[in-house]
């Protein structure tokens, strides 16, 4: 089931700059996760963050986890053309391993 | 090797068909996993196979029968199948099925019923 909501449903940038793309869930979670999902591709892994973390790094990406206000954001820094993609955050629940996906948010950079 | 990968990449079948996705991965994950995904919609958990034997059942109809003959093979078996269930099937693995595993996905069968 869907628990996560996404927002924007849908962003465009211009190449270089950044995009910024929230999701907020309802059940407490063991963690959130979030995937990049190229035009009716599989999904790829980009991060996770844990329940007890606040905000964690990878290469262009940063992510934050607020668990009080259950929302988590996804910024790509210095946006490239090959970041075109749909983005889903995705949460384990605390009573179960099953991850459940957000809405998504279309992503497109323009060159 | 980090590669999921699903056969065939494309579908077409009629109601009365049965017809068979495969999956495979060989990165010795323990856990593996069915998704349905209907265009522009996140995708759906539908089975979840741990140690070969069959975790979840997320109340798929049962014209959906998946099996895993091995630790590396995962199929969805399709019979009797309608219109609405043409969607983008998705298989992915992971280490075992626990907290904080990491999803390999594999790039899926598009699937169109007729």
């Known amino acids: 089931s869907q628990q996560g909501e996404e927002d924007p449903q849908a962003l465009s940038i211009q190449e270089g700059e950044n995009a910024t793309m929230n999701c907020s869930y309802k059940t407490s979670i063991n963690n959130l996760q979030w995937y990049r999902q190229n035009s009716g591709r599989g999904l790829v892994h980009l991060i996770l963050?844990?329940?007890?973390?606040r905000e964690k790094h990878s290469g262009r990406l940063r992510v934050t986890l607020d668990t009080s206000k259950k929302s988590s954001s996804l910024l790509i820094t210095a946006s490239r053309a090959a970041d075109t993609a749909s983005y889903f955050c995705a949460t384990e629940g605390s009573n179960d391993y099953k991850l459940s996906f957000g809405a998504g948010t279309t992503v497109t950079v323009r060159a | 090797d980090t590669e999921v990968t699903q056969t065939p990449k494309h579908l077409v079948m009629g109601m009365t068909n049965k017809k068979s996705l495969k999956c495979e991965q060989h990165?010795?994950?323990?856990?593996m996993y069915w998704y349905k995904q209907k265009a522009k919609k996140p995708p759906e958990l539908m089975f979840v196979y741990s140690y070969e034997k069959l975790s979840i059942n997320e109340s798929v109809p049962s014209r959906f029968s998946p099996e895993c003959p091995n630790s590396s093979l995962l199929n969805l078996h399709l019979h009797a199948l309608q219109p609405e269930d043409s969607a983008l099937y998705l298989c992915?693995?992971?280490?075992?099925?626990?907290?904080?595993?990491?999803?390999?996905f594999g790039p899926g069968t598009r699937l169109t019923v007729l």
């Open positions: 990165m010795g994950h323990r856990a």
């Open positions: 992915a693995s992971s280490q075992v099925e626990g907290r904080y595993n990491e999803q390999f």
């Open positions: 963050i844990r329940s007890n973390e």
